[in-house]
Every structure is written in structure tokens, then in C-alpha cells.
């Protein structure tokens, strides 16, 4: 069965939303993200975030969220950006950026770090490769 999670079954975004540990493991392990491991950190990482942005279905539960770190006035990165599996290619992801990226108009950089099914979401949000950079990580995950 296809879970629907797009605007008509009352979908909020917010940029205010306050976050409860289990919810928030609950999605990184469903889509297989390794700091669901570490959620006091996980927590603490999102609290302290620059933004954070959420998707809420219209029972409540937490179907994505987003996070950005800023200088606040140059230069944005959004390292986390997470839907639920079941609610993938309905447009919350969309409504996320979209939030996200009218908070941080008219900063001269705009970051982000996208592999696989991802590189063509964040194209079709007009974020493309920057020039011939090269991403590089000292990294304490288990994804490839």
C-alpha cells in the first residue's frame, strides 16, 4: 500500500517544529542514515542547526526534515535532508527545499552534498555541480 503524504491530506512544513528523539531516529533509520546510531548527538546536531525544516502529515507524524548550517549572511550548507520512504516523489521534499532556500535567498553560496537518486532532485531545485570541485570527508558512517 502507498502511504500519501502530499498537500491534500493537510501536509505542514514548518520552520519552528519541535522534535522528539523517537521520531527522528525513526526516520534516519528508515532511510538507512548511520547518525540514527548517535541520537543524543543527532538531537543536539538539529537543535543547534542555523534552520531546521519539517514535513508533518496530517496526522502529525514526522515524514521529513532539513537542516541548514549558516555564517547567516554569505554562505548556507544543508547536510541533512531526509523523507520518509513512503512519502518520496509525492512533493514533501520539494516543499522542504523550497523553504529552506526562501530562508537563505540572496546568499552568495548555497551548498549541499547529493549522490544515486538525489543528484536529480536537487537539479530540478536548480542546484547544480560546482565547477570541479571534488566533495571530501573525514567520515565515522557506514554508507558508501
Not at 500519501?4 to 538507512?32: P, T
Not at 555541480?129 to 571534488?134: I, L
Request: glycine letters at 10%; proline letters at 3%.
Amino acid at each position: 500500500m502507498t502511504a500519501f503524504c502530499g498537500k491534500e491530506l493537510g501536509m505542514q512544513i514548518r520552520m519552528d517544529d519541535q522534535l522528539e528523539e523517537s521520531e527522528v531516529v525513526a526516520l534516519y533509520r528508515a532511510n538507512h542514515w548511520s547518525s540514527a546510531d548517535k541520537p543524543r548527538q543527532l538531537l543536539a546536531a538539529l537543535r543547534n542547526s542555523h534552520a531546521l525544516v519539517t514535513a508533518r502529515d496530517g496526522a502529525g507524524r514526522l515524514v521529513g526534515l532539513g537542516n541548514a548550517i549558516s555564517d547567516g549572511h554569505l554562505v548556507v550548507y544543508f547536510p541533512h535532508f531526509l523523507v520518509d520512504p513512503a512519502c518520496q516523489r509525492q512533493g514533501v521534499g520539494r516543499r522542504m527545499m523550497q523553504a529552506l532556500c526562501a530562508r537563505y535567498a540572496g546568499f552568495h553560496q548555497q551548498m549541499l552534498t547529493a549522490d544515486g537518486d538525489a543528484i536529480a532532485f536537487y537539479e530540478s531545485m536548480g542546484f547544480e555541480r560546482a565547477g570541479q570541485t571534488q566533495p571530501m570527508w573525514i567520515y565515522a558512517g557506514s554508507e558508501h
